[in-house]
């Protein structure tokens, strides 16, 4: 939970650490459990590498160049170890390289794939023993914290200047199959008025480029009453807007057996103080009719669904294993604009995947008319290690895949001009999230999930997480302007989610 209990004992120490978090959302939250985690352990958290004792890079591998990021900061950094600096490796990057980091990056001491963060106080208890002046050995616990120093790598470690005593190698790797969730009572939440919640862990669905399922593990969820108490007590503290996470969100199945997803969410949405309610990532191909129903039937959730689809033509979706077709997509899209609210659709999509012809990339285009998005996450494809399309014939060359995305995102800019257009004169309840002085605009955030940079008049009391009517007045291809019109201040009751027509 926010406001991580401070112990006692944190007053006399003085370890610090730094945490930079690579990649999506869950990483973020990951980072925030984390850090909540070390805090509990005694740990202060720092601005710079400089001034911290252990370094924390929560690493994503979705792609090769986020992959390459990890590597080119321990390189930058390296040179702290001189200092005494302890370096680790978390996350993806972590679970999927494992002990190689070690070879490649030396002076790292810590690999721990998100698996195994439940483990990871004894981790941190063992990298603080063997961190002592004299060289220790240090057991294997249970199989899961191990440091090891094999005479090949001290040789190879040592050519690189490092003593055998800064030769610390601990790991967390759970392997797939683990069952177990990393819940914490201690999540350091960075913004007060939004914080997320995983409801579910891992990915059973193997899509054929996507690496997640092996550094994720297989899909676990947690029980509905232990994600009810969590918003409560998020609804108790003042939090207004809660984002529910996780690979495969509406693939959750409650091990107690009381809610389905739907169900989840709507009571979500009924929580006492909660205005708002989102929820990241759906699949297309367990996403029911009942989602719809309950953002229909419950006004905090919000009006926005992202429904990754990754390519317009059947043939390729059947390629990427993705389970579904392009009209079977098409129908649930249809579900979605048949509810009673305008429901904003964003979505990912990937370009050139092996053997992805011109004509089926038209077919990807086509689509993008046909469905009218609000916001579109394209990507080239990218080749990852043990993924079943990693051995697939017909790679299309890099220059390729880079004119498709450039086509795909103009092709998108122009669909949301237009979009975006719809908007103008439109009042939109905004969720404030800060101020851009310069422009003298304070930045809001729709239920549609659209920027909305609007001006109100200094008398008017506004902060980050108050809500406030907000008349459009102009657009752009990626947000939204404004002028404040209502405001809490002013007693008007506003419905969460209402887009009033002039
Ligand atoms: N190459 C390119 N994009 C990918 N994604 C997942 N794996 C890859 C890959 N190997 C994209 C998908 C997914 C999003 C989170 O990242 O579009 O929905
Ligand atoms: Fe990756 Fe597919 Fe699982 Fe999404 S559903 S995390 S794209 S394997």
Known sequence: MSGVREPAAQEQRSKTFYLETFGCQMNVHDSEKVVGTLVQQGYRQVETV??????????????????????????DYKKLQSQGKKFGVLGCVAQQEGEKIFERAPHVSLVCGSASYRNLPQMLVQLENASGPAERAIPRAAGEVAALRDDAFVEKASDSGLRTRDLIRITGLDDRQTDKCFETEFTART??????????????????????????????????????????????????EIQLLGQNVNSYKD????????????????????????????????????????????PSLCDHVHLPVQSGSTRLLDAMQRLYTREQYL??????????????????????????????????????????????????????????????DDA??????????????????????????????MILEVMIEGRNEARQQWIGRTSQNKTLNFLASPQAKLEPGSYVSVLVTGSFPNSLVGECCISEQMELSVHPSSMIAP
């Open 191 to 240: 913004n007060p008025h939004r914080g997320y919640i995983t409801i579910i862990e891992g990915c059973d669905k193997f899509c054929a480029y996507c690496i997640v399922p092996f550094t994720r593990g297989k899909e676990r969820s947690r029980t509905s009453d232990s994600v009810l108490l969590e918003a409560r007590q998020m609804g108790d503290l003042g939090y207004t």
């Open 50 to 75: 400089e001034q911290a004792d252990l370094i924390l890079y929560n690493t994503c591998s979705i792609r090769d160049k986020a992959e390459q990021k990890v590597f080119h900061r321990l390189a």
């Open 396 to 425: 299309i060359p890099d220059q390729e895949k880079a004119y498709r995305l450039e086509v795909l995102m103009a092709k998108q800019r122009e669909l949301q001009i237009i979009r975006n257009k719809r908007y103008l004169g």
């Open 331 to 392: 129908e649930r899209i249809g579900w979605i604009k048949s509810a009673k609210r305008g429901i904003a659709i964003t979505t990912d999509v990937i370009v050139g995947f092996p053997g992805e012809t011109e004509s089926e990339f038209e077919q990807t285009l086509t689509l993008l008319e046909q469905v009218g998005y609000d916001g579109v996450f394209s990507f080239k494809y990218s080749p990852r290690p043990n993924t079943p399309a990693v051995t697939l």
């Open 255 to 298: 091990p107690a057996g009381k809610r389905s997803f739907a169900e989840l969410l709507a009571a979500v949405g009924e929580v006492p103080g909660i205005r708002r309610v989102r929820f990241t990532t759906s699949h297309p191909r367990d996403f029911g009719r009942d989602i719809v129903d309950a953002i229909d039937a419950v």
